[in-house]
């Protein structure tokens, strides 16, 4: 009877963690941008462009702006070699694809971007439920 007990208890306490679980939000796309500007270092160019990356923050879709810089590591796994580092948030990747065509983005990637950064490199990816 014990033993029926404990199982019975182990199966409540099982079912409701998986309830919790169930509710997070699952999906969300992330949109990861690391920036090499051509003058590496360049503060001005670093605040151009943090600030335009917060304006475009501001395009229907986006959940989360993120933006810093590179934290200086001696680990061989980490590169630490970019300037800017961007991650925006959606809800879905309809959203990211919106918010790549609206114009506000294609306007800051011509007119900031573009003079300012030697190399970029994206990362794009969807979250997964634990």
Same mark, same amino acid.
């Given at each position: ?7 019975? $208890?182990?199966?409540?306490? +099982? ?14 796309? =992330?949109? #990861? +941008?690391?920036?090499?500007? !051509?003058?590496?270092? =360049?503060?001005?160019?670093? !605040? ?18 993120? +933006?810093?810089?590179? /934290?200086?590591? %001696?680990?061989? /796994?980490? &590169?630490?070699?970019? %300037?800017?580092?961007? *991650? ?6 309809? &959203? ?5 065509? *609206?114009? $506000? ?13 030697? !190399?970029? #490199?994206?990362? %794009? ?6």
């Amino acid at each position: 009877m014990t033993r029926l007990l404990s199982c019975i $208890v182990l199966a409540f306490l +099982v079912s409701g963690c998986t309830a919790v679980q169930t509710s997070k939000p699952s999906g969300r796309v =992330n949109h #990861v +941008v690391l920036c090499w500007l !051509k003058e590496p270092g =360049n503060e001005t160019h670093r !605040k151009a462009i943090t600030e335009q990356s917060f304006r475009c923050g501001e395009i229907p879709g986006v959940l989360e702006t993120r +933006v810093g810089k590179a /934290i200086p590591s %001696d680990r061989d /796994i980490v &590169d630490d070699s970019f %300037d800017v580092a961007i *991650s925006m948030t959606f809800a879905s990747p309809a &959203d990211m694809a919106l918010y790549l065509a *609206s114009p $506000v983005h294609k306007k800051a990637v011509a007119e900031v971007m573009q003079p300012l950064v030697k !190399k970029m #490199v994206v990362y %794009d990816f969807m979250e997964v439920e634990q």
